[in-house]
């Protein structure tokens, strides 16, 4: 067993995911197979339950986990798929400690943070690295190495380390090199003290991974060297890169896996990281700017709808378009109307919860479908769509979804029978992945090009059948179905270049290097009258 420790140093946000995902990358690049696991200090059980505001986007797994943001990085860089194994908070480990406790497994004993939490973390660890048949298991630690809540995290870490020995495990430390702009330099001491609070908990990092915002001259990676005792060639810089998938390729420009294979005891092979280069290439031929307006509900965070921005902008990329995603919050539709919209190339209604924003997003569908903008829905936009289509088609005035309006006479999304007795909020949507159906003759069909697939789902609502066809005499098609034919997984519209919109989450599938059919499609035909 061969495992990676990722911790940061000095600041959150700086990276660490990204530089987890890299490593991953170039590990892949040598043909290793790698699983990831991220662990997280707080006390949610998962962040289901977080507003996107506080955690950003939920990414979710094949096997319906509901997890972190990075698990996302992992899942683009890797090309892999991760599940229950790869995502653990506090919250988690201890409700399991908990009833294990509850239940009596503990036959009398004292209940301690070490040895009896310390050693399940390392059973999660070695579970998700043997249930994964990986060669190499990077194990991210959130937070910043000094917060009081990741200290059990690291404590097991260095146990771990002890137990497997220093040629199968090693500790990769990502930290920020401030820049005085008044003395104009970077500067080590931040870095320094993070080293010397890793090492208060018995953990010597092996490599030092220094993230600044700019190029790091020689001297610099030295003195850090000198003052930590790490070797210097494991000093390695990371100057914030023009695009993150830029960071694999500049890792290997340092001989990485050349270094990681050694300390590792891994065979040495060549890395190749072709299809980084491919797409590093297309990312910086984009010239040609598609504007795409998201109009959401979470608009102030980038992170919120992480994976979909990402699915998007590489979608442009294979095309090597450059997709400027606008976002406008839908409460400003509401405001100001639909000259916020003018000049777009193509619309998107991202995935949302709650009632603010939705009469904007209405607006803005009803401008897609009338004006043959180019137009995806996702989850919460799929729903919308429908929405739209039977107030101002079909004339049913007070068209809406049970979310928005529980007493609501004619309610064209509903809740799903299986949600309905549901109190709890914690991982009780349906969640993971489910197949659907797709009927022949469709845009789904055609951009899909295969009549059964899969896709991950995380909602409660669903579109009411009772509607469906009175809706589809009018032109608008249901045109993917679950394998009992109940729930309509993709509907489109029959007059329209591409209006099409997904119960599911197209988002958690797309690859930087394999975009989701969807998001290709939208680009090829935003493209087709890009207003420029
Ligand atoms: N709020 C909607 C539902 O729960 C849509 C969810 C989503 O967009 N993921 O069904």
Not at 270 to 286: G, P, Q, T, Y
Not at 427 to 439: A, F, K, Q
Request: contains cysteine; hydrophobic residues 35%; negative net charge.
């Amino acid at each position: 067993m061969k495992v990676i420790f990722v911790t940061g140093g000095v600041l959150s946000g700086i990276g660490k995911g990204i530089t987890a995902a890299s490593i991953g990358a170039i590990l892949k690049g040598m043909d290793h197979r790698v699983f990831c696991q991220k662990f997280d200090g707080y006390l949610n059980v998962d962040p289901g339950t977080m507003s996107p505001f506080q955690h950003g986007e939920v990414f979710v797994t094949e096997d319906g986990t509901e997890t972190d943001l990075d698990l996302g990085h992992y899942e683009r860089f890797l090309d892999v798929e991760l599940n229950k194994y790869s995502s653990f908070t506090t919250g988690k480990i201890y409700e399991e400690i908990i009833s294990r406790e509850r239940k009596g497994e503990y036959l009398g004993g004292t209940v301690q943070i070490v040895p009896h939490l310390t050693d399940l973390i390392k059973e999660k660890i070695t579970l998700g690295h043997q249930t994964s048949g990986a060669d190499i298991t990077i194990v991210e630690i959130g937070g910043t190495v000094g917060d009081m809540e990741n200290e059990y995290l690291l404590e097991s870490a260095r146990q771990l380390h002890t137990e497997l020995g220093r040629e199968n495990a090693i500790f990769v430390h990502v930290a920020l090199l401030p820049y005085l702009g008044a003395s104009k330099e970077l500067k080590t001491k931040p870095v320094q003290h993070s080293v010397r609070e890793l090492m208060s908990y018995g953990i010597t990092p092996d490599y030092l991974v220094l993230r600044a915002d700019m190029q790091i001259p020689d001297d610099v990676l030295e003195k850090v060297a000198r003052a930590t005792g790490i070797q210097h060639s494991h000093v390695i810089p990371a100057a914030t890169a023009d695009s993150i998938y830029h960071v694999p390729l500049d890792f290997e420009e340092n001989r990485l896996s050349e270094k990681l294979s050694a300390s590792l005891g891994l065979p040495s092979r060549k890395c190749d990281l072709a299809k980084w280069e491919h797409l590093v290439d297309n990312i910086s031929a984009s010239e040609e700017i598609l504007n795409l307006g998201m109009i959401g509900k979470y608009n102030d965070l980038e992170d919120a709808y992480y994976s979909l921005n990402e699915g998007l902008r590489t979608a442009g990329y294979f095309y090597r378009k450059n997709v400027r995603i606008q976002f406008i919050d839908a409460t400003l539709v509401e405001k100001k109307g639909i000259s916020v919209l003018e000049g777009l190339d193509g619309i998107c209604i991202p995935w949302g919860f709650g009632e603010r924003g939705i009469e904007g997003m209405v607006l803005a569908t009803e401008y897609a479908r009338t004006n043959k903008i180019p137009f995806l829905g996702i989850c919460l936009g799929s729903q919308i769509m429908a929405i739209e289509f039977a107030r101002n088609v079909l004339g049913i005035a007070d068209a809406n979804s049970e979310e928005f309006s529980p007493e609501g006479k004619s309610n064209v999304v509903r809740i799903m029978e299986t949600q309905k007795s549901v109190r709890s909020k914690g991982g009780t949507m349906r969640l993971g992945t489910y197949p659907c159906e797709i009927r022949k003759r469709t845009l789904a069909h055609e951009i899909y090009g295969v009549e059964t697939v899969s896709e991950r789902h995380r909602h409660r609502f669903e579109f009411d059948p009772e509607y469906r066809e009175r809706m589809e005499q009018a032109g608008f098609v249901v045109s993917a179905v679950s394998p009992d034919g109940l729930l309509a997984e993709i509907v489109e519209l029959r007059d329209h270049p591409y209006m099409i919109a997904t119960q599911a989450h197209p988002e958690f599938k797309s690859r930087p290097t394999r975009p989701h059919p969807l998001f290709l499609g939208l680009v090829r035909e935003m493209g087709k009258n890009a207003k420029g």
